[in-house]
């Protein structure tokens, strides 16, 4: 890959780093508000509940559609880290295809129930839900782009032996 692509990759995903912090701050103060006014001031406050779980969808979300590499993705790979080359390809492929498959197959039906949701708002912060759940027709875009590359890679691209195993995420910076 050219640096300069390189380097602005490693630029977005810092942005979508400092993103997903700035998710996360607000839901933590938010959480922390709700506590001080229900528990200590005794004013429980609808709006704060909402948006902790407006922030909690859009953070699990973004986080796996941006910011969360494959190597650092859960998964059981006790048999998957114990093959190499054309079964760990295969291996790879399959999930790669299956996870395309079924999230291209679900897209049309995710972005119907998104697009329908516009007639509800929330109850206190009067947002439509259409613009809550919007993010996960991001993210399903971004897993039918990461499984496909996946897919191809495991085809035509470097060894899968070469690629980081899940016991390697903690040496990414």
């Known amino acids: 890959m050219p640096p300069r692509l390189t380097k602005a990759g490693q630029w977005l995903h810092r942005r979508a780093e400092n993103i997903l912090a700035l998710m996360l701050a607000t839901m933590f103060f938010t959480f922390i508000l709700q506590i001080i006014f229900r528990y200590v001031i005794n004013l429980p406050l609808g709006w704060t509940h909402e948006l902790s779980a407006f922030m909690w969808v859009w953070l699990v979300l973004f986080g796996s559609a941006f910011v969360v590499r494959e190597s ?18 295969t291996f790879t492929l399959v999930t790669g295809l299956t996870l395309l498959a079924l999230f291209v ?10 697009t329908f949701m516009k007639v509800e708002k929330t109850a206190y912060l ?34 899968a032996d070469e690629e980081p ?9």
């Open 126 to 159: 009067d947002v439509r839900f259409d613009y809550l759940y919007s993010i996960y027709i991001v993210f399903a875009v971004a897993m039918i782009m990461r499984y496909f590359y996946l897919s191809w890679q495991a085809v035509f691209g470097e060894s």
């Open 105 to 114: 197959y679900s897209l049309p039906a995710m972005w119907d129930y998104v």
């Open 165 to 173: 195993s899940a016991h390697d995420a903690d040496t990414h910076i």
């Open 72 to 89: 650092e993705e859960i998964r059981f790979d006790v048999i998957y880290g114990a093959t190499k080359g054309r079964v760990r390809r």
